[in-house]
Antibody, heavy 125, light 108 residues
Framework: EVQLLESGGGLVQPGGSLRLSCAASGFTFSSYAMNWVRQAPGKGLERVSGISGSGDITYYADSVKGRFTISRDNSNNTLYLQMSGLRAEDTAVYYC??????????????????WGQGTLVTVSS | EIVLTQSPGTLSLSPGERATLSCRASQSVSAAYLAWHQHKPGQAPRLLIYGASSRAAGIPDRFSGSGSGTDFTLTISRLEPEDFAVYYCQQYGSSLITFGQGTRLEIK
């Protein structure tokens, strides 16, 4: 059974930093791309970052580029999101999400087939 | 970036009724690379449909997807109490994954 368990969320002041983790189990972690998708209060879903199975290809939404860093530890089946320069608009539930392929290509990307339950990040003074 | 617009924003129906949810793309979604996800409060979202019309493992056959190009539909043939949730479409036909804003399906 695929399981994705996020941790690391919490309350942080504007300009602060936070690191999210996602512990994965039930599948061959290194074979699949992983993503962080967030949902701000009252809003829809936004993919903020993605990383290939091998970790060599990354994607960032313009809204977080230069502030967030995605990484993965394939030996420990863990996905990370290092967030810095946090802003009020980063307040959201952050979901860890698994893709069905190792990476996107010019011909397209992949559907997300498993999600974690999410971790809440609140940026406020 | 392909923008997905879902309609209606909220759909009020009774158990046993048929639900039809729409997802329209700002440009053609190649190879019908469109998925649908169900999200209930406090739970992890769940993949229902991929490739516009293929049901994910374990999804009941009352859920069906159709469409191509820019217009896609999720149909729930006979609503069960557990189907009331928010539904999102996701396109993956470009290298940028995007989601619709969601349709809330509520009990009438």
């Amino acid at each position: 059974e695929v399981q994705l368990l996020e941790s690391g969320g919490g309350l942080v002041q504007p300009g602060g930093s936070l690191r999210l983790s996602c512990a994965a189990s039930g599948f061959t972690f290194s074979s699949y791309a992983m993503n962080w998708v967030r949902q701000a209060p009252g809003k829809g879903l936004e993919r903020v970052s993605g990383i290939s199975g091998s970790g060599d290809i990354t994607y960032y939404a313009d809204s977080v580029k230069g502030r967030f860093t995605i990484s993965r530890d394939n030996s420990n089946n863990t996905l990370y999101l290092q967030m810095s320069g946090l802003r009020a608009e980063d307040t959201a539930v952050y979901y860890c999400a698994k893709g069905t392929l190792p990476h996107c290509s010019g011909g397209g990307c992949y559907p997300i087939d498993y999600w974690g339950q999410g971790t809440l990040v609140t940026v406020s003074s | 970036e392909i923008v997905l617009t879902q309609s209606p924003g909220t759909l009020s129906l009774s158990p046993g009724e048929r639900a039809t949810l729409s997802c329209r793309a700002s440009q053609s979604v190649s190879a019908a690379y469109l998925a649908w996800h169900q999200h209930k409060p406090g739970q992890a979202p769940r993949l229902l449909i991929y490739g516009a019309s293929s049901r994910a493992a374990g999804i009941p056959d009352r859920f069906s997807g159709s469409g191509s190009g820019t217009d896609f539909t999720l149909t729930i043939s006979r609503l069960e109490p557990e189907d009331f949730a928010v539904y999102y479409c996701q396109q993956y036909g470009s290298s940028l994954i995007t989601f619709g804003q969601g349709t809330r399906l509520e009990i009438k």
